[in-house]
């Protein structure tokens, strides 16, 4: 599946489902990924995961996940920019020495960690969609789940070398994390 395939499906969402909280969808989904943790990545399951996130019933906070307070790539601003003139300067590659699968589940706990602690302060504000910075220093700008998977995929097609209709979505877990991260921190 191309990129511009599977933005296409992205921006379908509004259209078939209800948006929901986000903490709630990110918790649907890292049980989504969990479970299927032993099959071979590709954009066909990363869309089904996504999809399935906004109906499934999420389960209950762990509360050791608050100890994640940064995010699992340090260099995550700088995917960010998308002048041309920029571009060429910026280090634009993932900085962790996790795997694919555990930087996905690394972006997962720390989002949902980041969420809760935003709940009855940073979430409150009215104007959180123009960027907030949470009590760990983290920048934020989407905060449900349509526009935290729009800008994402916006950001990563921003960020391409190439058309998004030939170029293909990468098959590895890392890819989801990359979005979700992107949907984070992408105006």
């Known amino acids: 599946m ?36 032993h099959m071979q990545p590709n954009a066909f399951l990363f869309l089904k ?40 300067n910026i280090d634009k590659s993932v900085q962790t020495e996790l795997t694919n699968f555990e930087y996905l589940i690394a972006v997962l706990t720390f989002q949902i960690a980041e969420l809760y602690r935003m709940r009855d302060k940073e979430l409150k504000n009215e104007l959180r969609y123009f960027g907030i910075t949470s009590e760990s220093g983290n920048v934020w700008y989407n ?19 190439e058309e998004p209709s030939t170029t293909e979505i990468p098959t590895d877990w890392a890819f989801v994390g990359q979005l979700l991260e992107f949907g984070r921190i992408y105006e």
């Open 2 to 37: 191309n990129t511009q395939e599977f933005s296409d499906q992205i921006y379908s969402f509004p259209n078939r489902y209800t948006n929901r909280n986000l903490e709630e969808y990110l918790r649907v989904l890292y049980a989504l990924v969990m479970g299927h943790s």
């Open 49 to 88: 995961l996504l999809e399935e996130a906004f109906t499934a019933t999420a389960s209950d906070m762990n509360m050791q996940w608050l100890e994640y307070e940064n995010a699992p790539d340090a260099n995550i601003l700088s995917h960010k920019f998308t002048n041309p003139l920029i571009r060429t």
């Open 143 to 161: 905060f449900d789940p349509f526009t935290n998977l729009q800008c994402g995929i916006d950001c990563y097609i921003d960020n391409l070398e």
